[in-house]
């Protein structure tokens, strides 16, 4: 059977369980549609949360960011697994017993406004549409290598397919949808890295081959990698950072503190019966995340030595690497590169025309490669690879079997439209239920509620649709920019409405109008006006490359969030204490005792 008809095969049977699951456990209420009913067991759950938390970022891209940026690309592994034990000590079993299952609803509640709800649901609202720009590239990328079509075309195609499943099942169906889909991902993306690691290492566990030595040469895995890419220009595998120091830790903090102000996440953890429940399923999720995210290194560096191998005989042979002899003719490429190039994702151009692929880094300041590459009569790299191809690319670049590469495609598919599904969810209860029912029209039905938050999911998936035809960056660059916009946000809120009971409204509304203001200008300064391009606005900040500090945008979540404190703090000092009844339920909100029952709203 051909790899198209495999492919097609799985990834249809797979699709066909995840429509069958929804429909089965389609919403009938509010409850149903919101938090699944509450009663979700703490397993299912994790593994649910960890479908939700594997976005397109996790599975497609943030192993093609290792792969590219070398040690500097740990930072997501920290920052992202890190985010989750702080939303698992700190967060999740407080909000869970405060019993109201959105974040605008615990602002709004503890912060005794509307206004402070309402600001909640701004945040929220930006947050999560930017991470669904990073779900709908993953899903670009996804659907245009499994059909054969366009990038542009892979969202359109995705945009369907979730709006299907998401918005029909709710909650409930996402929930039971999501455990399959993590069984999916997980077997899509471990199966071929132990393939991939007896190959190269002779190991069949991935993170121990990462540190073994390779087959035929009793060479380490990757000290053959550093000196293959320091020989073409390359930094060095494993010591290369993403700009200073001060950077990586900004990006680390943002990524971890915004990971535990995800509104999608955090109400997950009101699906389950209790309030140990809600802490036994966030240690559930981070064991089945672990399971990927252990791997990830493993498959960046093998997929970016196969890669290497794959254009340059002299990599796996140990020859000249500006031997032209070496380099592969464009005429002889393998099949999987020409799948890619349909797709736009891949690239080649010949610029000396030898007809060859020449593949290194001719920004390099070294005069030594320089000089090596002007003797082989090298014009310049000839080949493009975007980051967010390599898992997907990696099983057809080892060559292994069709089903293994068809299994990839389908975990792709998966990782992307869970996550997708989870933060549609979030965007529909923030409108139909925050803004909606609790403020606008308190007399509104179940059954009107219920049609609202269909129709937001209709509406946000047509807008993350549009703004993913022309991404900020990659996947998981994006997704970053998201959980900056949480962590500047909603994180010292959350923080401060349990841990500070002095905190009031004026404070709260202050940090976060200040927290998320901040963040956005630094980052449309540098992305451009809502990611457009064209609307950067440098001049604000002295020009390219001037960053504050050396911070990148998508680091600077971190800068927002001391900024939010900062502010929020202030305020709260000089102006009047919350009311007692406020103060005495933070107090109560702490002791590890007893729980409310979720809250869908006041009315039901």
């Not at 040469?217 to 390359?234: A, C, R, W």
């Not at 090596?372 to 080949?383: D, F, I, M, R, T």
């Not at 980052?523 to 451009?528: D, E, L, M, P, Q």
Request: glycine residues 12%.
């Amino acid at each position: 059977m051909s790899l198209t008809a495999i492919t097609y095969l799985v990834v249809g049977l797979t699709f066909a369980l995840y429509i069958g699951i929804a429909i089965w456990a389609r919403a009938g209420s509010t409850s149903d549609f919101y938090v699944a009913g509450g009663g979700v067991h703490p397993v299912l759950n994790g593994m649910a949360t960890g479908a939700d938390w594997m976005s397109a970022a996790s599975f497609i891209s943030m192993a093609g960011l290792i792969a590219n940026m070398g040690y500097g690309g740990s930072l997501f592994l920290m920052g992202w697994t890190g985010g989750y034990v702080l939303l698992a000590m700190l967060l999740a079993p407080y909000l869970r017993k405060f019993g109201k299952f959105t974040v605008p609803q615990f602002v709004g509640d503890r912060f005794y406004s509307k206004g402070a709800s309402t600001v909640a649901v701004i945040c929220l609202l930006t947050a999560s549409l930017t991470y669904i720009i990073g779900q709908m590239t993953g899903v670009g990328v996804a659907f245009s290598r499994f059909l054969g079509v366009s990038n542009s075309t892979g969202i359109f195609i995705g945009m369907g397919l979730v709006f299907i499943y998401a918005v029909f099942g709710g909650m409930k169906g996402i929930t039971y949808t999501q455990v399959a889909q993590y069984c999916v991902l997980t077997l899509a993306y471990t199966v071929p890295a132990i393939f991939i690691s007896l190959q190269l290492t002779g190991n069949p566990i991935p993170q121990l081959g990462l540190g073994s030595d390779m087959v035929g040469t009793g060479e380490p895995l990757l000290h053959k990698l550093n000196q293959i890419v320091m020989d073409l220009g390359f930094h060095e595998y494993t010591t290369q950072l993403p700009g200073s120091k001060l950077n990586m830790f900004a990006y680390t903090v943002s990524l971890m503190i915004g990971t535990a102000g995800l509104p999608h996440v955090i109400i997950r953890f009101f699906t389950v019966p209790k309030v140990k429940d809600a802490r036994y399923s966030a240690g559930w999720a981070l064991v089945f995340i672990g399971i990927v995210y252990t791997t990830a290194p493993a498959v960046a560096a093998m997929a970016k030595m196969n890669l290497h191998g794959t254009v340059n005989q002299a990599v796996m042979s140990g020859g000249d690497l500006f031997d032209n002899n070496n380099i592969l003719r464009y005429e002889e490429r393998p099949d999987w590169m020409q799948r890619w190039e349909v797709t736009g994702l891949l690239k080649w151009e010949d610029k000396n025309n030898d007809g060859r692929i020449q593949y290194y880094n001719d920004k390099t300041t070294n005069p030594e490669v320089l000089a090596k590459a002007e003797a082989a009569g090298w014009n310049g790299s000839e080949l493009n690879v975007n980051a967010d191809i390599i898992v997907l690319a990696n099983p057809e670049i080892a060559l292994l079997p069709n089903w293994v590469i068809a299994l990839v495609a389908a975990g792709g598919l998966a990782a992307a439209l869970s996550t997708a599904a989870g933060l549609l969810l979030a965007i529909s209860s923030a409108i139909s239920h925050d803004l909606l029912k609790d403020m606008w029209m308190p007399d509104l039905s179940e059954k009107g509620e219920l049609m609202a938050g269909k129709i937001t999911m209709a509406c946000s998936i047509l807008v993350a649709g549009y703004l993913g035809l022309n991404p900020p960056g990659f996947a998981a660059g994006t997704v970053a920019i998201a959980f900056g916009i949480a962590a500047s946000s909603l994180f010292p809120a959350l923080m401060m409405g349990i841990f500070n009971k002095r905190m009031n409204k004026e404070g709260a509304i202050a940090g976060m109008l200040s927290g998320l203001g901040v963040t956005l200008i630094y980052v449309f300064a540098h992305k451009g006006i809502l990611f457009i391009k064209g609307t950067e606005f440098l001049g604000l900040f002295g020009g390219e490359p001037n960053f504050f500090f050396g911070i990148s945008p998508n680091a600077f979540g971190a800068v927002g969030a001391i900024i939010n404190f900062a502010v929020a703090y202030f305020v709260s000092k000089a102006t009047p204490a919350p009311p007692d009844h406020i103060q005495d339920l933070v107090e109560s909100v702490r002791v590890p005792r007893g729980a409310k029952a979720v809250d869908g709203s006041h009315g039901h």
